[in-house]
């Protein structure tokens, strides 16, 4: 299916999208720190993949993906339009993370996946 925008309407959309600073899952995690008093942890640390957090004594990485980004079917988000493209790029986006943490073990860190859906109801993580 074409798409229902022409390239510069799409390219504006896919520039507002934001990758840093989302309520949902980084500022979700940096409220979960505080509420817990977890301290130790730094951000845009330079490591493969960009971790959105890390703990540099523990060599922890930790990621909160989003879950229609990483593909995570909790609500049901599949895109009715264009599925084909959405399909591909979701799918590719499963297999750079598998491959980011792979080389983030094999640097001898340890990664943590979070989904965007269970930030909200974490109970203890560290």
């Known amino acids: 299916m074409a798409d229902s925008f022409n390239i510069d309407k ?4 896919m520039r507002s999208v934001k990758s840093k600073g989302n309520k949902s899952t980084e500022i979700g995690m940096i409220d979960y720190f505080k509420k817990n008093k977890i301290t130790g942890w730094r951000r845009n640390y330079n490591l493969p993949g960009k971790p959105d957090f890390i703990f ?3 060599k922890i990485a930790l990621f ?11 609500r049901g988000l599949t895109p009715k339009s264009n599925k084909e493209y959405w399909t591909k790029k979701i799918n590719r986006n ?3 993370d598998e491959e980011i943490t ?4 094999s640097m001898g860190w340890k990664v943590i996946r ?11 993580l560290f």
């Open 10 to 13: 799409r390219s504006s959309i």
């Open 56 to 58: 540099p004594k523990k």
């Open 64 to 74: 909160a993906d989003g879950c229609f980004w990483h593909g995570h079917d909790c």
């Open 94 to 96: 499963k297999e750079r």
């Open 102 to 105: 792979k080389k983030l073990e």
């Open 114 to 124: 979070i989904w965007e859906c269970k930030i909200p109801s974490l109970t203890y």
